[in-house]
């Protein structure tokens, strides 16, 4: 069974770590009282989106040149494909949900501040009318980002313990 290459095996668990990190600190920050800490929780949160933008484009680079190992022979035609819409969906989801949260910070009229290091462009001015509708567009393309990385688990789990094909041992770090 041919493997992802190492690089993609690191940036595959990698940005999913940061994914579930971004999602616990926003799922409990949105629910604090104004506070140093919740402010804080925001900073962090926003350098997740940041960095997680950051390697999935990398991410993507290396899988647009370098490829991913085949599908073995015994999956059938619909599973493929739908194996490459869901990866097609989580990578525009990857990209959709981080640039959704910082046109929101924008639109609220907020700087990003990359680790506190340097601010990003502000794309978008502050606008009291676009703020609520990409507020409401951050969480409904993180909530169909949740979905579908459940479905993507679901299906390697389906492939390790009911086909045992090997498909999800070629992604795990190791040999």
């Known amino acids: 069974m041919q493997r992802y290459s190492r690089l993609s095996i690191i940036f595959h668990w990698l940005i999913a770590l940061l994914i579930i990190a971004a999602f616990a600190l926003g799922t409990v920050m949105t629910d604090m ?13 926003k350098w997740l989106g940041v ?8 991410r993507l680079l290396t899988r647009l040149f370098g490829g ?6 015994t999956m059938k035609k619909w599973e493929k494909q739908a194996a490459n819409g869901t990866h097609i969906a989580l990578y525009l989801l990857m990209f959709a ?8 910070t924008s639109a609220a009229g907020y700087p ?32 169909i980002l949740l979905v579908v990385v459940s479905l993507h688990m679901a ?19 190791g040999k």
């Open 33 to 45: 009282k104004i506070s140093p800490t919740k402010l804080q929780y925001y900073s962090w949160h």
């Open 51 to 58: 960095t997680i933008l950051a390697l999935v484009a990398i």
């Open 68 to 73: 991913a190992p085949a599908y073995p022979d």
């Open 97 to 104: 949900v981080p640039l959704s949260g910082y046109f929101y």
């Open 112 to 143: 990003v501040v990359y680790l506190g290091l340097f601010e990003l462009p502000t794309i978008i001015g502050p606008n009291p009318e676009l703020k609520p509708i990409l507020k409401e567009l951050h969480e409904v393309l993180t909530t």
């Open 155 to 173: 299906a390697a789990l389906k492939h390790y313990f009911i086909d045992k094909d090997g498909i999800f041992q070629r992604m795990l770090p």
